[in-house]
């Protein structure tokens, strides 16, 4: 198959749902917060920095409360654009705020098994697998570690997960896995083979990291101090809060914003400490919490409205977003998902969100489903189509073969039909069959989806890592195994 990407680019619907005074308003709050309420950094390292910086630090209870002309100053050296790199230079994505990329989600526990159709927990094997669907699936733009290689030691299980992608794709990777300084520094060598070396990986990073912020206002030790690291050697790093309004945020959507961008923006503001003009971004799968159980809804109105909001606060301070907009709470690929996934995905890109991630996930992110995974797919290339918009111009118009077809006439055999034909959508899951051929087969999109991936899964990978790459690879995670058995 060619290696392409599909994404969604300068599109012709957008969306505001709030206005520039709202924003501001949201931004002069976050500040107020990170001033007076503080952040809490629990890592010596990040409190060195910020202390150094002129924060105000409370060792005891590892606080750090940042002016807010510090925020705003550090977050202008911050890159407005910059490439997430690929083995194959053809499959770089641009995050220059006017494209949109799909990518995977992660981490995902379980597996519906595709050959049994049950659910069980995962393994390296399902991923290597997983990252193959995806990488000949050219709506997926990039890999976010999918699910997790559960089969491997915990203390070099997220090398693995790289590995595992690295071994059968040559797309971008982003992880949320490596939480800790070890992870990270074995990463770092590990992108540096795979780029060609630690000045090629700079130049164009392979890699990027997502660390996930600990609301409300605060943050874990292991991924801060990662991420620091990464900033350093010029690997693009996000912080993801995922603040939930009633519980580990304000009940009100706009309370929940303010301490989820303060969570976000403290992060970078600290890695541009470290690293002026290191590359970041903002991330965001912010919910509500359900009422009735106190769960994650993985769904819902305020999840679409938190979508849409966090890009124009990631556009205000002129960093790229990775939105969480797929990993529905359904727990099977039904109308649930349907629903979850095609208004969540369409708030995101209506304001251009630049990576959309969840592709594939079920029950928030526990559960992989290859049937989601082309189900959403499917759904991406509605979206493609739609913001696509309608083109007006002399040929599009199409005067002179309404003249030529007059009243009553038909179009198909029309030397314009056949010109414009391909820039129409056809569906590759949607049912448009007869009802009585949809009867008497008795089969629909779950099971095509399926078929799909196993007939992907038969043939053999696009890209195979080559002996050395492999090898060198393998040798570092053993090394790290070694120093903590």
């Keep these: 198959m060619s290696k392409n990407v599909i994404f969604i680019s300068d599109p012709k619907i957008s969306l505001n749902i709030l206005s520039m005074t709202d924003i501001e308003k949201l931004h002069t709050a976050t500040l107020d917060v990170i001033e007076s309420v503080g952040v809490r950094f629990p890592s010596s390292k990040a409190l060195d920095v910020l202390e150094e910086n002129g924060a105000s630090v409370d060792r005891d209870l590892m606080i750090a409360k940042i002016p807010g002309t510090l925020v705003e100053e550090f977050l202008a050296k911050a890159p407005q654009t910059y490439t997430l790199a690929a083995i194959d230079p053809n499959l770089d994505l641009q995050l220059d705020g006017n494209h949109s990329y799909l990518g995977t989600d992660g981490c995902g526990v379980e597996i519906v098994d595709i050959d049994t159709n049950f659910k069980r927990r995962t393994t390296k094997q399902d ?44 797309k971008h990777v982003q992880t949320e896995s490596i939480v800790t300084e070890k992870e990270m520094n074995a990463a770092v060598q590990m992108a540096t083979v795979m780029a060609g070396g630690e000045a090629s990986l700079r130049e164009r990073p392979i890699l990027s990291i997502m660390q996930c912020t600990v609301s409300p206002l605060g943050h874990d030790k292991g991924s801060l101090e990662a991420a620091m690291i990464a900033a350093r050697y010029g690997i693009p790093v996000g912080f993801m809060t995922m603040a939930s309004a009633g519980s580990t945020g304000p009940i009100t959507l706009a309370g929940n914003l303010v301490v989820g961008n303060a969570e976000v923006i403290s992060a970078l503001v600290l890695l541009q400490m470290i690293s002026p003009g290191c590359p970041v971004f903002y991330a965001a799968a912010q919910t509500a919490v359900d009422l009735r159980t106190g769960a994650y809804t993985g769904g819902g109105p305020e999840d679409f409205l938190f979508g849409a909001a966090t890009n124009l606060l990631a556009d205000y301070y002129r960093v790229p977003l990775s939105m969480g907009a797929f990993a529905t709470g359904a727990k099977e690929p039904d109308w649930q998902a349907a629903v979850d996934n095609s208004l969540s995905s369409f708030m995101a890109v209506s304001t251009l969100s630049d990576m959309l991630l969840g592709a594939g996930l079920l029950h928030g992110s526990r559960i992989f489903s290859y049937e989601m ?42 030397l314009h039909t056949r010109k414009f034909m391909k820039n129409r959508w056809i569906p590759s899951l949607m049912d448009r069959r007869s009802y009585e051929v949809w009867e008497l087969k008795n089969d629909g999109a779950c099971q095509w989806a399926r078929d799909k991936a196993k007939k992907i899964l038969s043939q053999s990978p696009s890209f195979v890592l080559d002996e050395y790459q492999n090898s060198e690879l393998n040798n570092i995670i053993h090394s790290v195994e070694k120093l903590n058995s």
């Design 373 to 414: 995974l082309l189900l959403d797919v499917e759904i991406w290339s509605i979206l493609v189509n739609m913001f696509r918009g309608i083109q007006i111009n002399e040929q599009t118009l199409a005067l002179d073969v309404i003249r030529s077809v007059g009243p009553g006439g038909n179009y198909l055999g029309e």
């Design 127 to 170: 991923l290597v697998d997983v990252s193959r669907v995806a990488d000949y699936l050219e709506a997926i733009a990039f890999h976010w570690v999918a699910i997790s290689a559960q089969d491997c030691l915990p203390v070099s299980r997220s090398l693995h997960e790289l590995e595992a992608i690295w071994r059968v794709s040559n």
